[in-house]
């Protein structure tokens, strides 16, 4: 029994195999995606084992001679049961599907910490499973399957993978997951995408550019809002850059991280007599820069776990999409990070040395002052019913925003700059693994609107838009190299009135 449709649901055509004694051949195979009509197809297939009681699927690429490109775990035959695949099987079938792709993973050793999901207690299995193995089929043609099918199938399975329906299926398998699982999933999913864009870039074909975040999600619930995103640093946008750089390590060592950032709020609905007010109050703000390969691979690779971009700026537009009942919106005041003083010397020497018959006079120059700047400034503003929020890094050298000006070949070569060994200084404006973190006990003004009371009772819907910039100034690494990129996101929020 074959298929040339692709994308089939496959929990479906898995649950309504009909079990080993109904079999005419000794397999079954579905066609998972095509790259074309005259190109050979991704297919999924289920064989038996009688010498083991066992069947076992696989994904293979079918040439004349087929390629296996992945197989499952072997399944015994249950002849007492009506399907081929009991709830049991399926459970476990899924937990494969997981375990796979934590496994393309640089530091991913978790199978055994799936094991609390319960199908039971799993809404939208189908969908989940299907997320779980479209997922693992992109990293298999990705790191397996030959380049005249890979280069057809890869698009059509990343397509696949950012439409709402999957997006959604990815926020309840996040939810079962847990946090932990959570990164290390999309760890596994954005080393591959990263290894994609490498090749592609390689081969001098059209860099491939996320359309948000690869992985974003949204929820509001028990008084919190919270955007959750991920996006793979090479896939974000070049705002500026110094120059084409040729150093191969050290772009492998920028490459080779992703962006895994937190935005929480805290939210209040207060019911006066003749409106509502909905408060907000930042909770967490955090962004981090994280390596997608272990260690030894980005010493023996790249220029070390040393070199890689930093936040500059972070901004958030808070929209209500439906206005007709929003009466005003206010915000707090701007506030600062706490500062750091530098200090610049002025002074003069002089010296008089006689060298037997000429006179000489030394004199230098210098002045000492103190000066206070703080690197992170925190911003809020209005416009229109929109409440924006800012946060800008500032070289506290000169004053500039860091993500918008370029530094001088000077500061660049000078070890006492402020972005030199910036993981390890006291004075840094990053936690030392190289992220920020802006809290509510420092960032605690609110945002508030102010909304007819004749929307009681009704569901709203609140747009968080924004932007992350991350910037590389060098670290320890000799060079003049520097660039900023930007990543875009909007999630929605649905707050209900009463």
Not at 47 to 60: G, H
Not at 110 to 124: A, H, P, T, W
Not at 156 to 165: P, V
Not at 458 to 470: A, F, H, Q, S
Request: proline fraction near 4%.
């Amino acid at each position: 029994m074959a298929s040339s449709s692709c994308f089939p649901d496959t929990f479906d055509w898995i649950q309504n195999l009909p079990t080993i004694s109904q079999w005419k051949t000794n397999y079954m195979s579905i066609c998972i995606c095509s790259s074309s009509s005259i190109q050979p197809s991704l297919n999924l297939s289920v064989a038996k084992n009688l010498k083991s009681s066992t069947f076992s699927f696989s994904i293979f690429a079918d040439f004349t001679v087929p390629i296996s490109l992945w197989a499952s775990k072997p399944f015994k035959i249950n002849p007492k049961s009506a399907k081929l695949l009991d709830e049991d099987a399926i459970s476990n079938f899924l937990f494969n599907l997981i375990e796979d792709v934590l496994k393309y993973g640089s530091n991913t050793n978790n199978g055994s910490m799936i094991r609390f999901l319960k199908l039971d207690y799993v809404s939208n299995l189908k969908d989940i499973f299907n997320l779980a193995f479209l997922t693992l089929s992109l990293l298999i043609c990705i790191y397996e399957a030959p380049v005249d099918l890979r280069s057809g199938c890869l698009n059509t399975l990343k397509n696949r993978l950012i439409t709402c329906s999957s997006r959604q299926a990815s926020k309840v398998l996040m939810k079962h997951l847990g946090s932990n699982l959570e990164e290390q999933w999309m760890r596994s999913l954005n080393l591959a995408i990263t290894n994609w864009i490498v090749e592609l870039q390689s081969a001098a074909q059209r860099t491939l550019k996320t359309p948000s975040p690869l992985f974003s999600y949204a929820i509001a619930t028990s008084g919190l809002w919270k955007v959750q995103l991920y996006c793979p640093v090479i896939a974000m946008e070049i705002e500026s850059s110094s120059n084409v750089s040729t150093d191969e390590r050290l772009l492998f060592a920028l490459d080779y991280h992703q962006l895994e950032g937190v935005i929480q709020f805290n939210y209040k609905l207060v019911i006066q007599e003749k409106w509502i007010n909905l408060t907000l109050n930042t909770d967490n703000i955090r962004c981090d820069v994280v390596r997608l390969i272990n260690e030894t691979l980005m010493n023996e690779r790249g220029v070390g776990v040393d070199e890689k971009h930093f936040p500059s700026r972070i901004s958030l537009h808070l929209t209500p999409t439906q206005q007709t009942n929003i009466i005003s919106v206010s915000v707090g005041k701007s506030s600062d990070n706490p500062s750091r003083e530098f200090e610049m010397e002025k002074t003069i020497e002089g010296s008089f040395d006689p060298p037997n018959s000429f006179l000489s006079l030394k004199v230098s120059a210098g002045e000492s002052s103190t000066i206070s700047l703080k690197p992170w400034k925190y911003e809020q503003s209005v416009y229109g019913y929109s409440a924006i929020l800012n946060w800008f890094l500032h070289d506290s050298m000169d004053g500039r925003e860091v993500f918008s000006s370029k530094p001088s070949k000077f500061a660049l070569m000078n070890p006492k700059a402020w972005f030199k060994d910036r993981y390890s200084s006291a004075y840094r404006p990053f936690t030392r693994q190289g992220g920020v973190i802006f809290a509510g006990d420092e960032y605690g003004e609110r945002v508030w609107w102010k909304i007819d009371k004749a929307a009681l009772g009704r569901t709203m819907e609140w747009e968080i838009r924004g932007w992350i910039w991350l910037t590389y100034w060098p670290n320890k690494h000799r060079t003049f190299y520097n660039e900023t990129r930007r990543l875009e996101f909007k999630e929605v929020l649905h707050v209900n009135l009463t």
